[in-house]
């Protein structure tokens, strides 16, 4: 047995979750789902494969992850926590295979590369790759972050190191219809407009100490901290010129431009204007109770 398991979250991922089993069958790791109530055939699958599951209803992916790092006993040093529409590719597959805890005795967490997909297409410009994901840590050791809403990471305490060459490809499937990519952002903006207003409010912190030169987690913190000094409305515009101009966005072709466009202006807009309209209701309850 190696000296890791895998975590997956689910939800009616039928169409993701055979391809993500499959990629890491050769392995014989321990493979522990956690599913908030699918009615596809999810469940079924995971008994074919033979993995471990559990039931925890689904509040935000960062309380989810929190969730799936205790509800399950876990007998192996180390935790790979996947999403169910990742895979992970021959060239991490010959690294995980080679892995052996004794050899990274000094570390406590490694990033892995991923490329992702829209639409079939691989977003190699705009900011999204190398795009290093912290994926792989040691259990009881790592953590996630729930100082997040909507964005979910890992924190791990110690030194962590990247493994560049180690991709995870990730695609949604669902994603193909545009109409299931809308609704889903518009549920992610409530959970980003509702951290940005406590975060205004100073109800809300960052975990991970903010480093421009540091590890990817740490810049993506200052990143933040950056983007939320900047005047709500007028950064989608500046963030969508920086992705299409600056990080070449614009190389990706019809479908990666359309993908940019939807992620790094509609979506922030649509936050803006979700900020906008909470703020409005809170100084009108304020004014009332006053």
């Given at each position: ?24 069958k050769i392995l014989n790791a321990n493979t522990y789902i956690l599913d908030s ?64 805890t004794e050899d990274y005795s000094d570390v406590n967490g490694i990033y892995f590369n991923r490329k992702n997909y829209f639409k ?171």
């Amino acid at each position: 047995m190696p000296d890791f398991s895998f975590i997956i979250l689910t939800y009616n991922e039928e169409q993701h979750l055979p391809r993500l089993l499959e990629s890491i069958k050769i392995l014989n790791a321990n493979t522990y789902i956690l599913d908030s109530g699918s009615t596809d055939q999810t469940l079924t699958i995971c008994k074919q494969y033979g993995v471990h599951i559990a039931y925890h209803a689904f509040e935000n992916h960062p309380k989810q992850w929190d969730t799936a790092l205790k509800i399950f006993t876990i007998n192996t040093p180390w935790i790979i926590g996947l999403d169910a529409d990742q895979i992970v590719t021959p060239e991490l597959l010959v690294q995980l295979q080679n892995f052996k805890t004794e050899d990274y005795s000094d570390v406590n967490g490694i990033y892995f590369n991923r490329k992702n997909y829209f639409k079939g297409k691989w977003l190699k410009y705009g900011g999204y790759y190398p795009k290093y994901l912290l994926k792989m840590f040691r259990y009881g050791i790592g953590y996630s972050d729930l100082n997040e809403n909507m964005d979910h990471r890992f924190i791990v305490p110690g030194k962590s190191i990247i493994w560049k060459k180690g991709h995870i490809l990730e695609e949604n499937l669902k994603e193909n219809k545009i109409s299931f990519w809308i609704d889903k952002h518009n549920r992610y903006s409530d959970l980003v407009a509702d951290e940005e207003i406590e975060r205004l409010l100073n109800n809300r912190n960052q975990t991970i100490v903010p480093r421009f030169w540091g590890l990817p987690d740490e810049r993506i913190a200052w990143l933040k901290r950056l983007w939320w000094k900047l005047p709500h409305f007028l950064r989608p515009f500046l963030y969508f010129f920086y992705r299409m101009i600056f990080q070449l966005g614009i190389l990706d072709g019809r479908t990666g431009i359309l993908f940019h466009f939807l992620q790094g202006f509609w979506f922030r807009i649509i936050v803006d204007v979700k900020i906008a309209e909470k703020l409005k209701q809170i100084k009108s309850h304020t004014k009332i109770n006053t």
